[in-house]
C-alpha cells in the first residue's frame, strides 16, 4: 500500500463526513431559489457554526469513549454569562470574553473530574452537571434579554472581503489552534488511547487521566465558544431548555456524520464540523424545497436517518459475520 | 552451566521474599528471585502458579503486599507500568497491550513519544518505529497500519518491537510466541539470543517445554505461589519438570486410543467436497466418521479457524458442500449449527470475547446454549436446568465456590472447562475445537484430553485444531495439515509425529531439522 492509502485510510471517517455534507449542501444549494451566492453560503456558515463548536466539544469527549449530555447546556450557560459581561469598550469587552471561556473550561473541568476521579459514568455525571449548568443560566437570565458589545458580534458574524463569512475563518482558527495541536500532543495521544482500550493504555503507561482531563477541559473551552458566538448571532442571553437540549443531541448526530466513533478511540473534530454542517443542512434542504412546517421535524428524522446508514454500508460487505462485532 | 556459578555472579535483578494476596487467596507467597543480566531466565508453572502475579508486581501493574525488589541494588518497587518502564522493565504481555485503533508507530512510540516544540515528532517516531520493526524482525508490517486491521500474530510481533523500542534493560516475555508463526517464532528466537549477547537479562514464561528447552539458561519453577526450585537448563528431564509443576506423577497425559472397527458403508457424520471461500480457504474435502477424533495441524493463520467457522455457519459465500449423515446441507448461522439435525457445537479460541460472558454467573453461561433444551413456552424449567448443569459439573470437574459466582473469577482452566461444559449440555454430535487448550495448565489439558476421547467414544464426531503439536499426536486419530487454506497433508496413526507435523506445516518434505531438546 502506498502512503496516500494509509493517509485516506486514518482519514475515512472525516471523508466520509466531507462527502455527506457536500452532498447534501450542493442538492440544497441547486435547489435555492438564488444559488450558490456569498449571501447562501454566509448565512449557512453563520446557522452551523454553533452546532459545529458543540459538536467538536462532543467529539472531544466521544474520542475518550466517553458522552457529554452537558454540551448544549454549557452553551446556554455561556450565552446567558455573554449577555452580561461582553460588552462596553475594548477592555472590558475583552475580559468578558476571557470570562466567559474560562467559565466553559471550568464546566468541562467538573465534567472531567467527576468523570476521572469521581469514577461516575460519563452519562450520568453529564446530564447531573447538565442540569447544574442550566440551573444557573436560568439564574442569570429569568428572562431573555441583555446585550453584546455589538461591533465585536459584527465583525465575528459578517464577511472578510465581502465574501468570506468570518465565522467560518474564526471556526478554521479553532482547529489550528486547538484541535491540531491537542491531537499531536501526549496529552492528545493518551485521549485517543484511554478510548479505544483503557487497559492496554494503561499497561504501556500511558497518562490516561491527563489525557481524558485535557479532553474534557477542552470540550468545555469549545462549548463556551459556542455559547460566545451565540450571543455575537443572537444579541442576547436566553436560557433555554428546549434549545440547550437540542444542541446536545445534534451534537451527538454530527459526531456520528462525522465518521467519530462512539466506541472511542476513533475520528477528528474536524470530522465533527462537517457532520454538523451536514446535520445543519437536513434542515435547510427541507426550506429550499418548500416543505410544509408540519412535515418538517418527521423528513428531517428521515433525512438524518439515511446519512447516518452511509456510515454503516461497509457492513453489507462483511463475510465473516464474526466482524459485525468487532 | 553450574549451580555455583548462577549463585557467583551478582545478579541484575532480585525479588526477596515477597508476597501478594487477592482476597483470602494467596497468589505469590514469600517468592525469591534473581534474574542476570545476559540470560534466558525461563519461569515454569502452571496456571494459577504465581506466574502472572510474579510479572505483574515486576511490571508495576500491581504492588506486593510484603517483601522486597531490588534493581542494580536499588529499591525497585514501582507504583505503575510507567515506573517500570522508566527503569528499563519492559513487559511483552499475553494479553496485548496494544491500542486498537492507533497506528503501529503510534503504538511502539507510546510510552515515551519523541517531541519537537512539545508536540509529537511524527516524522521522527516513524524512525523509531522501523528501527524497532527491523530489530524484532518484523520489517513487513508498515508503521501506519493500524493495529486492529493486524492479524494477532503480526500484533503479538508489534507487542515485542513496542518492548524493544523502550531500550530494556529486563524484557520479560509472557506466553509472546503463543500467537505467533513457526517462522516468526524463528525469528523471535534469534532476537532474542541476540538481546542475551548484549547482555539484557530475559524473563521468558512459557508453557511449550520444547521452547524452554532451545532458549532457556536457568529455570525457575512455580507452584501454588511459591517458587519451587531453580536450575540450570538442561539438568532435569522433562518430566521432572513436569512433575515440579503439578507437584505429583506426571504419566500418561493421553488416554489410549481406542481402535475402532469401521462400519462398512455407513456415511461419515461430517463430510467437506471441495469447500472454498474467498482466497482463504481452497478445495477443502475431508470427513469425520463417528467417534473419530480429527485434528487440524499445520501453522497458524492457514485456514484452520476459518475452516471450523465455516462449517459452524459463520461465513457468508461459501462454495463446495458439507454433508452431515450423507445428506447435504446447508447452514445458515450458528443458530441452526447447533439445532438438530446438525446438532453441532463449537468451542472458540478465545473465550474471553466468544466463549464466555464474564460478568454473568457459572449458571448462567452454562445454560445459555442448551436454553431452548431447559425451558418451556420461554420459561426455564429450574429443576430441569439444576440436574443438567450438575450432570455437567460432576463429568468436567469444575471447580467453583458456586453456581452463582461470576465466571470471570473462576480461573483460567475452569472458564475453559465451563465454555466446554456449556456446549456439551446440547449433547452435540459434531464437536469443533478451535485451540481449545491455550494457556490452559497441564492438569486441566489432560482431563480435557480423556474428556475428548470419552465423548468420541459415546459416539461424537471431532474436529481438532492445535496449535500444540504434542496434543495432534496425542490425540488424534488424523492430522489434516492445512497451508495457505489448503490440506496439504492427511496423516494418520503412527505416522502423525512432531518430525511429520513439522515438515508438511511449513510445506517441506520431510527431513526438517526438528527443534533441538
Known sequence: MSEWRYWLNEQRGTLTGLAIFLVMFSVYVANHPAGFTANVVHTAANKGVLLAFVAMAQALVVITAGIDLSVGMILVLTNCLASWIVVGAAVPTTLGVVAVLATGTICGAINGALVIYGR???????????????????????????????????????????VIPSSL??????????????????????????????????????????GKFAAYLLSGLLAGMGGLFLTFFTYTGEAAYASGSAYTLWSIAAVVLGGVSLYGGRGSAVGAIFGAFAARTTGDMLFAFDVDPLWQPLLQGIVLMIAVSIGSLALLRVRNRLDWFQ | MAMSEIQATSPLFRMEGVSKRYGGVRALENAHLAVEAGRIHAILGENGAGKSTLIKIMAGVVAPDEGRMLLDGQDATFRSPAGASAAGIACVFQELSLIPDLSVADNIAIANPPRRFGLIDRRAQRAIAEEALARAGAEDIHPRTLVKDLPLSRRQMVEIAKALASGPRILILDEATSALTAGDVAKVFAVLKGLRSEGLALLYISHRMHEIAELADTCTVFRNGRNVASFSAGSRTNSEVVEMMIGREYSNIFPPRQKRAIEQGRAPVLECRSLGWSDRLRDISFSVGEGEVVGLGGLEGQGQRLLLLALFGVLRGMTGSVLIDGAPVAISDPAAARKPPHCMALIPEDRKTEGLMLPMTVRENLSFAALDRVSRGGVIDRAKEEQLIDEMLRLLEIKTAGLDVPVGALSGGNQQKVVIAKWLMRKPRIILLNDPTRGIDVGTKQELYRLLRQLAETGAAIVFYSTDYDELIGCCDRVLVLYDGRIVRELEGDEISERALIASALNVEAGHEGTAA
Open chain 1, 169 to 210: 475563518v474564526a471556526l478554521a482558527a479553532v482547529v489550528l489552534i486547538i484541535w491540531l495541536p491537542f491531537r499531536k500532543s501526549v496529552a492528545g495521544r493518551a485521549a485517543f488511547a484511554a478510548g479505544s482500550s483503557e487497559p492496554a493504555a494503561f499497561m504501556s503507561g500511558v497518562p490516561i487521566r491527563r
Open chain 1, 120 to 162: 461516575l459514568q460519563p452519562i450520568v455525571a453529564t446530564i447531573a452537571t447538565g442540569a447544574v449548568y442550566f440551573g444557573l443560566g436560568l439564574l442569570l437570565r429569568p428572562f431573555p434579554g441583555g446585550s453584546v458589545n455589538e461591533d465585536l458580534a459584527d465583525a465575528l458574524t459578517g464577511r472578510l472581503f465581502g
